[in-house]
């Protein structure tokens, strides 16, 4: 199984070494970035498993990086998260394609969980996705179509 990476952004350093060193106390490999554009940039040489993104930093915000995330990656889970937690934010996280919100101050424990969740969600997406294109494959050389070269 390939190793899983996990990025997390945000503008806070607190919260990223925090971040930071949970996963790697749960054997998660992590990250870290202090902007959005660093990350987007990043996706240019790597791909996470997995991201959780502050909504609130200077420059490019959160819900943006979730939008430009999911049109490059659509099936990468985001974790929003955010010290203004309202309902509008949590509404337009999920509408944007969020796979969970987080609002701060937040559990250690919870936040873990809901990381596990979201590679575990990711691992099952791909897992689906293989066997189905591998179904397709083995369909088309079946086909009678193939076997009389059509």
Same mark, same amino acid.
């Given at each position: 199984?390939?190793? %899983?990476?996990?990025?997390? +952004?945000?503008?806070?350093?607190? +919260?990223?070494? =925090?971040?930071?060193? =949970? #996963?790697?106390?749960?054997?998660?490999?992590?990250?870290?970035?202090? /902007?959005? %554009?660093?990350? #987007?940039?990043?996706?240019?040489?790597?791909? !996470?498993?997995?991201?959780? $993104?502050? +909504?609130?930093?200077?420059?490019?915000?959160?819900?943006?990086?979730? %939008?430009?995330?999911?049109?490059?990656? !659509?099936? #990468?889970?985001?974790?929003?998260?955010?010290?203004?937690?309202?309902?509008?934010?949590? =509404? /337009?996280?999920?509408?944007?394609?969020?796979?969970?919100? #987080? !609002?701060?101050?937040?559990?250690?424990? %919870?936040?873990?969980?809901?990381?596990?969740?979201?590679?575990?969600?990711? /691992?099952?997406?791909?897992?689906?996705?293989?066997?189905?294109?591998?179904?397709?494959?083995?369909?088309?050389?079946?086909? !009678? $179509?193939?076997?009389?070269? +059509?």
């Amino acid at each position: 199984m390939s190793k %899983e990476t996990v990025w997390i +952004i945000d503008d806070d350093r607190s +919260i990223r070494l =925090v971040l930071s060193k =949970v #996963l790697q106390q749960a054997g998660i490999t992590e990250q870290s970035f202090s /902007n959005g %554009e660093d990350a #987007l940039n990043a996706l240019k040489h790597s791909t !996470p498993s997995a991201v959780i $993104c502050d +909504i609130r930093m200077p420059g490019i915000d959160g819900l943006q990086v979730l %939008e430009k995330l999911q049109a490059r990656q !659509p099936d #990468l889970p985001v974790i929003i998260m955010t010290a203004h937690s309202d309902l509008d934010s949590a =509404v /337009n996280a999920y509408q944007s394609g969020a796979f969970e919100y #987080l !609002p701060k101050p937040f559990d250690i424990d %919870e936040a873990l969980s809901v990381i596990k969740k979201s590679l575990t969600a990711r /691992n099952i997406s791909h897992s689906f996705k293989q066997k189905h294109r591998y179904q397709q494959h083995r369909h088309y050389w079946r086909s !009678p $179509c193939y076997a009389r070269g +059509i």
